[in-house]
């Protein structure tokens, strides 16, 4: 376990968990947290994890941006907003290519830049009690530094969008998973539970594949098909010279001998790949 101001780090095995440790502020994100955020995401790369849980502590998830201290107070001090923007948007960017599968366990209030941050993670288990919130509308801005892009690529309804940026009406966890923008929910009781076991289900595959199986559909998604099958392909070999040809020489040739069904499970893993 690392020990930060603002973050709890622990690393077991080949999983992260970061935990957002200021509940006494809803865990919004100070620029201490941000700063400390890019040494937790060097940790996390140095430890080779497959999977980063992210949740926070208390009854918040993460309540935005710390509007005093990333907002108010450095407002008239362009040098230091622009070194808080730096961290912040830096670790977001890092977060979000991460190779690395990252999870997000949304267990209470998650407003503002804490939906950005949802937004960009691969999954997100939420408390069906929990409340999600645009709330910048509430005070004269709209929903920026990645929010916009965040809720507009999770939302999938214009209509549903924009109404939760112009009203800044809250929603449940529940109705985040009916909209698309977790991928499961399940009352707060169940959280860590769900969570462990999306865990256990990821640490079973290899690091190499996971991170490919994100690259490729982040990239495929703004191509025509012609062109995806020739980056597919290419992406195809370049896992397979990595891995030391293990899906051909370890799974496949177990599957000839009727080890295991692909259908229903995956290889045994025999080496760290
Ligand atoms: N920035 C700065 N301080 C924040 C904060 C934020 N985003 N969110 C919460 N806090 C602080 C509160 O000001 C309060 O500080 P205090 O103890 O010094 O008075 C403390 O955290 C606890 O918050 P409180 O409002 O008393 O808790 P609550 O459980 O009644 O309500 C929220 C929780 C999240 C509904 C409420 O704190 C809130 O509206 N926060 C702002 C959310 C927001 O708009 N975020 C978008 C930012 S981009």
């Known amino acids: 376990m690392s020990t930060y101001q603002t973050v709890l780090l622990d690393i077991k095995d080949t999983a992260a968990y970061v935990t957002f440790n200021r509940p006494e502020k809803r865990n919004c994100m100070s620029p201490t947290l941000h700063a400390e955020m890019c040494k937790v995401l060097d940790e996390i790369a140095a430890a080779r994890c497959k999977v980063i849980v992210i949740t926070g502590a208390g009854d918040a998830f993460c309540a935005g941006m710390d509007l005093e201290q990333c907002f108010l107070e450095p407002f008239d001090k ?8 730096h961290d912040a948007f830096g670790w977001f960017t890092r977060l979000k290519n991460n190779s690395a599968v990252t999870i997000g366990k949304v267990n209470g209030w998650c407003f503002g830049g804490g939906m950005a941050l949802a937004g960009i993670l691969d999954i997100v288990i939420a408390a069906e009690e929990s409340t999600w919130g645009l709330s910048e509308i509430n005070f004269g801005i709209f929903p ?14 214009r209509k549903k969008a924009l109404y ?6 809250t929603f449940t966890g529940k109705q985040a998973l009916e909209m698309g923008y977790a991928t499961n929910a399940v009352p707060l ?10 865990v256990k289900m990821l640490s079973r595959l290899g690091r190499v594949v996971l991170g490919k199986t994100k690259e490729v559909y982040e990239k495929v998604k ?3 098909f012609e062109a995806a099958i020739d980056y597919e392909m290419a992406k195809m070999w370049e896992l397979s010279r990595e ?31």
Do not use: C, H
Not at 146 to 156: D, E, L, Q, S, V
Not at 189 to 198: F, I, K, Q, T
Not at 251 to 273: C, H, I, M, N
């Open 144 to 157: 920026g530094g990645g929010t916009t892009w965040a809720y507009a690529n999770n939302i999938p309804s």
């Open 78 to 85: 362009p040098e230091l907003m622009a070194q808080i923007n």
């Open 243 to 273: 891995t030391n040809d293990d899906w051909v020489r370890t799974a496949l040739v177990s599957f000839k001998k009727r080890e295991f069904k692909p259908g229903l499970q995956s290889y045994e893993l025999t080496k760290d790949v």
């Open 164 to 169: 939760y940026a112009l009203t800044g009406e």
């Open 189 to 198: 009781v169940g959280l860590d539970a769900e969570a462990d076991r999306v």
């Open 222 to 224: 703004g191509m025509d």
